[in-house]
């Protein structure tokens, strides 16, 4: 979509929310980042998938892609609190090798991928270098955690420095960790451009307004009637 075209039904559509509303979107999408994105495969429990979202969007996360290979991915209103929908959420339905075809994508989007997982070349959460330009987390299912693909394709594997018996935390939990900790070190980092730009976040604030406004698809055909006619 053109810029100029989306900055046109921002304001076609913000008028039919209030004040407040627009300002509560105004503060919180300063903290939104595109330098982070999540990669969830294959996760089983919808209890997981959505605490992740809900994570997700508590840490300013705002793309999040979604690999069906074996298991449907499925949301639990009552974990999720309503997370998905001020986040953007990619899908691979119609890919015949979603793994490599998601991966791709981000990299061809100049993302690093990052692998969660315990590996011979694996850096711990602490030493992590997130400075050297923008990447994609990547999550794999509850037991046998990501595929073979997603170890052949990733740039780096990450692990959270473990000190019990137990091998691993919850992937809900492992996500909260790692989103928490370096969305803490974007913000608080100098010299690193994880803010979104103006367009970029134009585009995040349309994506609310449509999924806050209940008649937004009928306004929005109707504008598009008129722009097209007038250009």
């Not at 300002?23 to 429990?45: C, G, K, P």
């Not at 711990?124 to 923008?134: H, M, V």
């Not at 996500?175 to 900790?181: F, K, P, T, V």
Request: a negative charge.
């Amino acid at each position: 979509m053109e810029q100029e075209l989306v900055y046109q039904l921002y304001n076609c559509l913000s008028p039919a929310v209030t004040e407040e509303r627009l300002a509560l979107f105004n503060r919180i999408v300063e903290n939104r980042t595109n330098y982070i994105s999540v990669v969830l495969e294959d996760i089983f429990q919808a209890q997981n998938a959505s605490a992740v979202l809900r994570t997700c969007d508590c840490t300013g996360i705002q793309n999040v892609h979604v690999i069906e290979n074996r298991n449907k991915f499925q949301v639990d209103t009552e974990v999720a609190m309503g997370a998905s929908k001020w986040l953007s959420i990619h899908a691979y339905e119609k890919s015949e090798n979603k793994s490599r075809d998601a991966l791709q994508k981000l990299k061809n989007e100049g993302y690093r991928i990052v692998a969660t997982t315990p590996h011979i070349n694996d850096v711990e959460l602490p030493d992590f270098d997130y400075s050297r330009g923008k990447f994609a987390l990547v999550f794999g299912s509850e037991l046998p955690g990501v595929t073979e693909t997603i170890l052949q394709e990733a740039d780096e594997f990450l692990k959270i420095p473990m000190f019990g018996f137990t091998e691993s935390y919850n992937i809900s939990v492992s996500a909260a960790i790692i989103l928490y900790y370096l969305t803490e070190k974007l913000r608080n980092s100098t010299g690193i451009p994880w803010k979104l730009t103006d367009l970029e976040k134009t585009e995040i604030k349309l994506h609310w307004l449509r999924n806050s406004v209940k008649s937004s698809s009928l306004i929005e055909k109707r504008f598009l009637e008129e722009y097209n006619r007038k250009n």
